[in-house]
T-cell receptor, first 114, second 114 residues
Framework: AQTVTQSQPEMSVQEAETVTLSCTYD???????LFWYKQPPSRQMILVIR??????QNATENRFSVNFQKAAKSFSLKISDSQLGDAAMYFC???????????FGTGTRLQVFP | DAGVIQSPRHEVTEMGQEVTLRCKPI?????LFWYRQTMMRGLELLIY????????DSGMPEDRFSAKMPNASFSTLKIQPSEPRDSAVYFC????????????FGPGTRLTVL
C-alpha cells in the first residue's frame, strides 16, 4: 500500500529566509502525481505545487519549488523568501495516475517569525 | 467559479442527534470526496464518488455514517446518531476525473458533538 511520511511535525523560519519541508513516500508504481497542499488557520486546503512523476524537471511556482528524487522516493518543498503569510500546515500528498484517491501525509506545521 | 461550497460552516449538536453536512462541487467536476480531519488521525478519506456513484467507502468509520450523491451538483454526509468522537472538521473536495487535475477543497464544516 502507498504511504506518505512527513517526519517534521513542526518547522520554523525567519521571515525572508528559506525553509525546506521533507516528504517521503512509498509506492511500487512508476506513474503517479505528488502534491503539496497548504492549510492556513482559515482551514482552507490550498494546492501549492504539483509534480508528475514522469517529469525529471522539478516543479516551481514563484517562491515555492520542489526537489523531486524519484529513486529515493523523496519530494521536499522549498519555500524561498518566507513571508508571514506562509505560516500554515503543509501536507504532502500522493496519487497514483489511474486513481482519484489522494494519500496524505500527517502534515508539517510551519511557523514564520518576523 | 464559486469553488466547492459546504454548509453549514459550523455545527454544534448534542449526542444522539442526526447531523447532515452538505456539499456542492465545482461545476463540471465529476469526482467528489469527503474527508474528516482530527488532531489524532489527521486527514482521512471517508468516501468518494465518480459520476455520482460511490467508488470507495472503505474509510467510512461505521454504519452511523452514510453519504449520498443524488446528482452531479449535490452531496450529503449524514451521521445518525452522532457521538462526541465524531467531532472534527469535515471537508468536501471535487475534481475533474482526468489525468493530472488536482482536488479542490471546500472550506470545511467544523462539527462539535456535545
Amino acid at each position: 500500500a502507498q504511504t506518505v511520511t512527513q517526519s517534521q511535525p513542526e518547522m520554523s523560519v525567519q521571515e525572508a529566509e528559506t525553509v525546506t519541508l521533507s516528504c517521503t513516500y512509498d509506492t511500487s508504481e512508476s506513474d503517479y502525481y505528488l502534491f503539496w497542499y497548504k492549510q492556513p488557520p482559515s482551514r482552507q486546503m490550498i494546492l501549492v505545487i504539483r509534480q508528475e512523476a514522469y517529469k525529471q524537471q522539478n516543479a516551481t511556482e514563484n517562491r515555492f519549488s520542489v526537489n523531486f528524487q524519484k529513486a529515493a522516493k523523496s519530494f521536499s518543498l522549498k519555500i524561498s523568501d518566507s513571508q508571514l503569510g506562509d505560516a500554515a500546515m503543509y501536507f504532502c500528498a500522493y496519487r497514483y495516475y489511474n486513481t482519484d484517491k489522494l494519500i496524505f501525509g500527517t502534515g508539517t506545521r510551519l511557523q514564520v517569525f518576523p | 467559479d464559486a469553488g466547492v461550497i459546504q454548509s453549514p460552516r459550523h455545527e454544534v449538536t448534542e449526542m444522539g442527534q442526526e447531523v447532515t453536512l452538505r456539499c456542492k462541487p465545482i461545476s463540471g467536476h465529476n469526482s467528489l470526496f469527503w474527508y474528516r480531519q482530527t488532531m489524532m488521525r489527521g486527514l482521512e478519506l471517508l468516501i468518494y464518488f465518480n459520476n455520482n456513484v460511490p467508488i470507495d467507502d472503505s474509510g467510512m468509520p461505521e454504519d452511523r455514517f452514510s453519504a449520498k450523491m443524488p446528482n452531479a451538483s449535490f452531496s450529503t454526509l449524514k451521521i445518525q446518531p452522532s457521538e462526541p468522537r465524531d467531532s472534527a472538521v469535515y471537508f468536501c473536495a471535487s475534481r475533474e476525473s482526468r489525468g493530472y487535475n488536482e482536488q479542490f477543497f471546500g472550506p470545511g464544516t467544523r462539527l462539535t458533538v456535545l
